[in-house]
């Protein structure tokens, strides 16, 4: 296959587009790892002066494989991809809005620099931020539906439109449809640090490498993701408290803002309890990022040489065109003999 050197540059909706597709591949592969990280975020252990719980999830899960457990045994194997469908139109409409704007925002740098060279770390990760930041405030409701639609109970589970009337119809209207906003905002340090991470990282263990294997997408992928997981793990928390039902003892008082979330699990778990759930996010994330970029690597190549063959067919067909109406000129034009 050719060199991504030798070919025309990917356009940024082709980036996005490449992005995209692996994104939805990845998470669709380990859905059920979010699934029980969402659940394990959400509870709250409860104490003898809580009420009990009627619409949310009473099933209090000790770890990663008893929730698969409890899961299976309770709602049967479906149960461990409620929600997907939402998951998947979000994950697919978040990452191509991440990757068009990232790839514009570094193309432009790029292009402003009176000698052309790759983006500092720093830049890199505000470049990063500033796409994450456009991405989240348009899909950032699929977020809120699909964590709804994740922690509903087995016998009060909705579709995709019909929990979205249910956040709609709640007190917050349809700005209930923004919960978690501000922490997503925050959150976008995340991709920020991952995709910062893995530029700098392929640089310097495959410096001037410019297409990976397989095997080397996938680690660099899983390495950066690791990284940025722990850094934000209490905010990410923070985040699926907000956009979830209230626990029982805020008795139906839907939390205002990440830092009361924070309070509230400190108080009643204590700080470690801001990592509830990292082991199976961990996972999810070295698999996805690793899948994710694996996956885009290769069909950066594949839209490339195809963007490459269609310019090279609308090429010739140009050439023809203006070749067919050149004879068809002479043959009009009248012969002058000197």
């Known amino acids: 296959m050719a060199s991504k050197t030798n070919l025309p540059p990917l356009p940024p909706w082709g980036a996005a587009a490449a992005g995209a597709t692996g994104a939805v591949v990845a998470n669709a592969i380990v859905y059920p790892l979010d699934m029980i ?8 252990k409860r104490k003898s002066t809580d009420p009990e719980p009627l619409m949310i999830n009473a099933e209090h899960y000790t770890s ?23 998951s998947l139109i979000g994950v697919a409409s978040t990452n191509f809005a991440y990757f068009y704007w990232y790839s514009v925002a570094r193309t432009l740098y790029i ?7 790759p983006p500092s770390t720093a830049i890199e990760l ?19 539906v699909t964590t709804r639609q994740q922690t509903q109970p087995k016998g009060d589970k909705k579709g995709l439109l019909d929990t979205g009337r249910e956040v709609v ?45 397989p095997w080397e997408a996938f680690m660099l992928g899983a390495m950066s993701k690791a990284l940025a997981t722990i850094v934000t793990q209490p905010l990410i928390v923070a985040k699926v408290g907000l956009q979830s039902r209230p626990p029982p003892g805020r008795q139906g008082k839907p939390f205002k803002s990440f830092v009361e979330v924070m ?19 961990i996972t999810k994330g070295l698999l996805v990022q690793g899948i994710l970029m694996m996956t885009k690597e290769r069909l950066e190549i594949l839209f490339v040489v195809l963007f490459a ?4 067919l609308r090429s010739e067909k140009l050439q023809k065109a203006t070749e067919a109406a050149a004879a068809k000129v002479g043959q009009v034009l009248p012969v002058v003999v000197k």
């Open 37 to 44: 990280k969402t659940r394990l975020q959400v509870q709250v």
């Open 64 to 86: 990663t494989l008893d929730a698969v457990k409890k899961i299976m045994e309770d709602e049967g194997p479906m149960g461990l991809y409620s929600g997907i469908y939402g």
């Open 111 to 117: 292009s402003s620099q009176t000698l052309p060279k």
């Open 126 to 144: 505000s470049l990063g931020a500033a796409a994450g930041a456009v991405a989240q405030l348009f899909t950032i409701p699929v977020a809120v």
């Open 169 to 213: 119809n709640s007190d917050d209207g349809v700005t209930g449809l923004w919960r978690g906003l501000k922490a997503s905002l925050v959150l976008v340090v995340n991709p920020a640090i991952t995709y910062g991470a893995y530029s700098r990282l392929k640089d310097l263990i495959f410096p001037g490498k410019t297409s990976l294997r």
């Open 263 to 281: 309070s509230y699990i400190i108080d009643n778990e204590g700080p470690w309890a801001l990592f509830k759930g990292i082991t199976p996010q």
């Open 309 to 312: 063959h269609l310019r090279r």
